[in-house]
């Protein structure tokens, strides 16, 4: 799952590399690393929810 924060920052990222801009080139970095972590976050989320659900369940019965 990729979100638009990993594209955006591995683009910019690629740019700043291309046009010798270091700056540019961290912030893309930064950006995609920003991506990263909210992609965890979401998965660690969606785990959650699902071990919930189960336990809703287990305790329906």
Same mark, same amino acid.
């Given at each position: ?7 955006? !920052?591995? /683009? =910019?990222? &690629? #740019?700043?590399? #291309? ?7 961290? =912030? !893309? =970095?930064?950006? &995609?690393?920003?991506?990263? /972590?909210?992609?965890?976050? !979401?998965?660690? +989320?969606? +785990?959650?929810? +699902? /071990? /919930?659900?189960?336990?809703? !369940?287990?305790?329906?019965?």
């Amino acid at each position: 799952m990729t979100n638009f924060d990993q594209i955006k !920052g591995k /683009a =910019r990222e &690629h #740019a700043g590399e #291309a046009v010798n801009d270091d700056e540019m080139a961290d =912030r !893309g =970095r930064a950006e &995609h690393a920003k991506g990263k /972590a909210k992609e965890a976050a !979401g998965k660690a +989320k969606d +785990k959650a929810k +699902k /071990a /919930a659900d189960d336990a809703r !369940g287990r305790f329906a019965e």
